[in-house]
């Protein structure tokens, strides 16, 4: 009578672990390689959005905006006690008029939300979304689900922390902002909704 063999269950656990650590690292290795892209040149669109937190992003909308590339912006997560010449050269009143100051947001989810009342406030169809590279899927995904009828504009901004030499300061960052992108999938599938060019 032939004896069946049995498949050790730590070695069940170790192919699925050792699967789900290369999936990771296949993903991870996108994401480096997708945050490093320069930016794209957007389309004009009715509105730009620039998600404060990291150096370039407010100098980005605000050279956006000089040349025509969205008729408003927005300027959201800004701190309570900074003002609009805090934040760059001084801009021209009629361009100022155009800029918006969002005070409320203090995560991406918060800057989803004060955006989303921003462009139904101002009837925005077409939106330009700034912030660094790293940060770019995640803005997208939390902004396409808030507006799935807008359509949306990825500009990444080359943020300081990615024109360093590669050290532990910027794979830490990387990893953390990777990981929360996959945490940020978890939630309702709207992530396709926006246009492609942000790809």
């Not at 070695?11 to 999936?23: D, E, I, K, M, P």
Request: hydrophobic content about 45%; proline content about 7%; aromatic content about 10%.
């Amino acid at each position: 009578m032939k004896s069946r063999s049995r498949c050790s269950p730590w070695l069940v656990v170790s192919l699925f672990l050792g699967g789900v650590l290369g999936v990771w690292l296949a993903g991870f290795a996108w994401f480096i390689f997708d945050a490093w892209r320069p930016p794209r040149i957007p389309p004009s669109s009715d509105g730009i959005v620039a998600l404060t937190g990291g150096n370039g992003r407010v100098e980005a909308s605000l050279r956006l905006l000089r040349h025509d590339s969205g008729h408003l912006l927005l300027i959201s997560g800004v701190d309570p006690h900074v003002t609009l010449a805090d934040l760059g050269p001084a801009l021209p009143p009629a361009l100022a008029d155009r800029v918006t100051l969002g005070r409320r947001a203090t995560s991406t989810a918060g800057n989803a939300v004060e955006t989303t009342g921003w462009v139904r406030e101002n009837d925005i169809h077409s939106l330009i979304v700034v912030t660094a590279g790293y940060h770019i899927r995640r803005a997208m995904l939390e902004i396409s689900r808030a507006l799935p009828d807008v359509t949306l504009h990825a500009y990444a901004v080359q943020s300081p922390a990615l024109r360093r030499p590669f050290d532990r300061k910027t794979f830490h960052l990387l990893a953390l902002e990777y990981n929360k992108l996959l945490l940020a999938f978890a939630g309702p599938v709207s992530f396709f909704r926006h246009s492609s060019d942000a790809f």
